[in-house]
């Protein structure tokens, strides 16, 4: 027997054992028994075993070369270094399913063994709506995607991976995006759960707050390193081109921004019941609907899979989804009235609410400029594109505006704000924002879009810092050295000053995106040897060409050295790699040489034997702010999820000693007095 055929058992195995829990859950809650919902809860923890299983014996097969698995020989070879052979794993359709599959089988595990936290009434609706979810896929892998499909004649070495995924980031990127994408199947369970029940409170909102943090921090980092994958792989000389499947992965992690946003209202004022459902419900769609665009092959992206039937059955889940969730709401829409009304606009629940139009807004351009080709193609019969400029030209402008609600949303109150207190709070803000305005031109800044954006992250910037500093002073007076008090803070008050980490990384990661998005260089030149090119200040000359082969690889690269301010930054090898099996498909070798904030970007278009090449040059300044930004949120993210600390309290009339977490709504470290401000904060 081979290690395929005991992965097809297993997800047979698994998929009986998901159609049990589903069922025994439901009945379980119908009947009120709670010894069938203990038995739901481990009938998760057998799916997932056996899905675990049948993912070991996928990587197994890999490893030992079985290429009689039609997969198996698809997307390995011998000439493959083990963690490349071991990452082939997700690096093709079949098995990203699995990948797909098996992380949610790992979270709908962690849940059963933490379901103790969540409110009891919903625990086997969520059980239920998971594994009508896992159903859906096992059902997918055992019968039209599987990934244990065995060729009559094995063949003695398979075609290799594609030669783009044969990166490091091809190691954390795709795995980072798909468990992103499967994360979102929490969250929307418990709204399916809540839906049911009627428990539309807020304890459903509780109770998903970390789950939902989790699922936006690690779609944070599939699309951080997504855009760094781009940046080094693919040789256009930028990081994100709003390709079709770029902007899949985005729109999720816009909409569970907003419910980020949108919880906090509900939690304190009893309002957005309705947008928090909502939002929930886009963010669970449209990870599908991401899912359904990459494996349909209906649009032409770097990062699709080819056409393949399996497109279809996820464009009637997603269809499925959207009718019964629907279905729900609108029974439930009676039991969702605001509790309380905006008492003024100028108030945080009131910019909280103009963030979500503004994330909501720039969800739907985006969404719109990405299925507008298939729909012309429909409607039209004529495939008409949207590029790059449509998206700048509207979700540029909207981005700058969430940026500077960003910096006004920590200087508000709930309820209402005076206006004195307004313009108190916006002083130093606005001072920063003008001084920036006012010295750029000087420096040689004179695009008034680039001016203006940078101005709103000054302000921005300057609002959270100002806010930091407020706090640490408070802190500081009562005897604690500003180190201390910032740790303090950020440890008491983990939501409030984790936000604050997340609008900086972004403000930063908006800085990036201006700098190396207006004041870009790109030089072409044609060089022989001696030859040089001056690009912004940089010099670059240009020695030769010369080849190498290695066993599956042929690889040329030209030979250069670069200079700056006449002093000499080193040899740089830009090239060309030639796979077996993919010999049109070659794979750029890009030197990045980073000098400050600036980086100097090499690309060989073109070569003629040793004595000639084409060299494109791309200076791209504040590039790295990028990276640093999105570090930066990825640390504000994981401080929100963080769990807080328990403190231990004597309950003085048994003597016992009580674990009590520590209160979301504990008083400011800032007096109230003098901000007018609660201590509550929200992740962007």
């Not at 239920?128 to 094995?154: E, K």
């Not at 304190?268 to 419900?281: F, T």
């Not at 009718?323 to 009304?341: G, H, K, W």
């Amino acid at each position: 027997m081979h290690f395929s055929d005991i992965g097809n058992i297993a997800l047979i195995l698994a998929s009986g054992f998901a159609i049990y829990t589903g069922i025994v859950a439901v009945v379980g809650a119908i009947r009120n028994a709670p010894l069938l919902v203990i038995s739901a809860r481990r009938g998760v923890l057998v799916v997932a075993f056996f899905l675990l299983l049948a993912s070991a014996c996928l990587i197994v097969s890999f490893l030992t070369h079985d290429f009689g698995v039609s997969y198996v020989a698809q997307h390995s070879s011998l000439a493959m270094p083990w963690y490349f052979t071991t990452a082939a794993f997700y690096g093709g359709q079949e098995g990203s399913l699995l990948y797909w599959a098996l992380m949610l089988a790992v979270f709908s595990a962690i849940f059963s063994l933490t379901a103790k936290r969540a409110p009891a009434a919903i625990v086997p609706y969520v059980i239920a709506t998971l594994m009508g979810i896992q159903i859906f896929l096992l059902l997918m892998l055992s019968t039209v995607s599987s990934p244990f499909v065995r060729l009559p004649v094995a063949p003695q070495d398979g075609n290799g991976l594609n030669p783009l995924l044969m990166d490091p980031g091809m190691l954390v990127h795709p795995p980072m995006l798909l468990m992103g994408y499967m994360s979102f199947s929490l969250p929307f369970a418990f709204a399916v759960a809540a839906m049911i029940t009627g428990k539309l409170d807020s304890d459903w909102l509780r109770s998903i707050r970390r789950w939902t943090l989790a699922s936006w921090s690690i779609q944070t980092t599939g699309l951080i390193l997504g855009a760094w994958w781009a940046y080094h792989v693919l040789g256009w000389g930028g990081y994100w081109g709003w390709d079709p499947v770029e902007n899949a992965a985005l729109l999720p992690w816009l909409t569970a921004t907003a419910f980020l946003h949108s919880t906090m209202v509900q939690e304190r004022r009893g309002m957005l019941k309705v947008w928090n459902l909502v939002l929930v419900i886009a963010s669970f769609a449209l990870s599908i609907f991401g899912t359904f665009e990459v494996r349909s092959g209906i649009i032409s992206s770097v990062h699709s899979f080819a056409y393949s039937g399996v497109g279809a059955f996820f464009l009637v889940f997603l269809a499925i989804i959207i009718v019964f969730s629907t279905a729900l709401f609108i029974f439930r829409l009676p039991r969702l009235r605001p509790e309380q009304e905006f008492d003024s606009v100028v108030s945080r629940e009131g910019i909280f609410l103009v963030n979500n139009l503004l994330l909501v807004g720039i969800a739907f351009a985006t969404l719109w400029g990405t299925i507008f080709p298939l729909l012309s193609a429909a409607l039209l019969r004529q495939t008409m594109t949207v590029g790059p400029p449509f998206y700048n030209s509207v979700d540029g402008p909207l981005f700058v505006v969430l940026v500077l609600a960003m910096g006004v949303g920590p200087l508000l109150a709930w309820r209402r704000t005076s206006t004195r207190a307004l313009w108190h709070n916006l002083g130093i803000p606005a001072l920063a924002a003008a001084i920036c305005a006012a010295i750029l031109p000087l420096a040689g800044v004179h695009d008034i879009w680039a001016n203006v954006g940078f101005a709103v992250c000054s302000f921005t910037a300057a609002a959270i810092l100002y806010e930091l500093w407020r706090g640490m002073h408070v802190r500081h007076r009562h005897g604690e050295p500003y180190p201390t008090a910032l740790y303090m803070l950020i440890n008491r008050y983990r939501q409030r000053y984790g936000g604050y980490i997340v609008h900086l990384g972004l403000v930063l990661l908006a800085v990036g995106v201006i700098g190396s998005h207006f004041f870009q260089v790109q030089q072409d030149a044609v060089l022989t040897p001696g030859k040089e090119m001056n690009v912004a200040g940089y010099t670059l000359t240009f020695f030769g060409n010369y080849e190498e082969t290695y066993p599956g690889t042929d690889t040329v690269k030209s030979i250069l050295q670069i200079w700056s301010g006449g002093q000499l930054k080193g040899y740089i090898y830009p090239g060309r790699v030639f796979y077996q099996n993919f010999e049109n498909q070659p794979v750029s070798l890009i030197p990045i040489s980073t000098f400050g904030l600036t980086d100097v970007y090499v690309f060989l278009d073109d070569w003629k034997g040793t004595s000639q090449a084409t060299i494109r040059v791309f200076i791209n300044p504040l590039t790295s702010l990028v990276w640093y930004g999105g570090l930066l949120m990825l640390l504000g993210g994981i401080v929100c999820w963080w769990p807080e600390r328990r403190k231990q309290i004597m309950h003085r009339d048994v003597g016992v000693t009580l674990a009590v977490p520590r209160s979301p709504r504990s008083a400011s470290p800032t007096s109230p007095k003098t901000s007018g401000r609660n201590d509550e904060g929200v992740i962007a």
